[in-house]
């Protein structure tokens, strides 16, 4: 998986409480993203980040916040979980010059929210 | 709205067949057109991708076509094998934009004996 890896890769918490995902890079690409997997909407952007420090929402980001405080890490949180975040999350690196756009995913993190 | 159109949502083909799938995008910016397989319980890896430029790609069995005045694309698995049954995405990114990828909502692949 390109040396990403993301944790924890399952989590089943209750509504309400605050959920933190985690992407570890080691290929110190400089774009990260985190997208949701659902049934019959294939994978959507929450959110990505161009730099350190530097992050802007994608398609899905209500409801999800990020942070980037060094180059190898992506945290995703969910400041209050709700049962429609119940998903499955992938984090993805690129090097994003045009002639390297290829993305590379993580193994994901099934999350249930109950 | 769905930027990214991909049929059929599922597929069975008869190994030895021609897998065909389609997507059609709306947003004429994009310029970087992946294909993403993935297999149950793992991360979509890219399998091939294709820019504006040309109208074909192959690469083995694997073989993109592209049409830009019809905004379609096209993936074609010739000699279709068990092993290829998976999950297929097409994607879409204006690779002026951070690469953001927009994707098809998927195609399940099964290739029978």
């Known amino acids: 998986d390109a040396g990403i890896t993301q944790s924890p890769r399952h989590k089943v918490t209750e509504t309400g409480t605050p959920v933190t995902l985690r992407c570890h890079q080691t290929?110190?690409?400089?774009?990260m993203y985190w997208y949701r997997q659902d049934p019959g909407h294939g994978l959507r952007l929450i959110h990505y980040s161009y730099g350190v420090k530097d992050t802007d929402k994608g398609e899905v980001s209500d409801g999800y916040s990020v942070s980037r405080s060094k180059t190898e890490d992506f945290l995703l949180t969910l400041e209050s979980a709700t049962s429609s975040q119940t998903s499955v999350y992938f984090c993805?690196?690129?090097?994003?010059?045009?002639?390297?756009?290829?993305?590379?995913f993580g193994p994901g993190t099934r999350l249930t929210v109950l | 709205q769905q930027q990214v159109k991909q049929s059929p949502q599922s597929l069975i083909v008869q190994k030895g067949g021609i897998s065909i799938i389609n997507c059609a995008y709306e947003n004429t910016a994009f310029d970087y057109f992946p294909w993403y397989q993935q297999f149950p319980g793992k991360g979509p890896a890219l399998l091939i991708a294709i820019r504006p430029d040309v109208s074909e790609k192959k690469e083995g069995r694997f073989t993109i076509s592209f049409n830009k005045s019809a905004k379609q694309f096209s993936l074609h698995i010739m000699d279709s094998q068990p092993g290829d049954s998976a999950t297929y995405f097409c994607a879409a990114s204006n690779t002026g934009t951070a690469s953001k990828l927009t994707f098809g909502t998927g195609t399940r692949l099964q290739v029978t004996l």
């Open positions: 290929e110190n690409h400089r774009y």
């Open positions: 993805a690196i690129s090097e994003g010059r045009n002639s390297k756009s290829e993305q590379f």
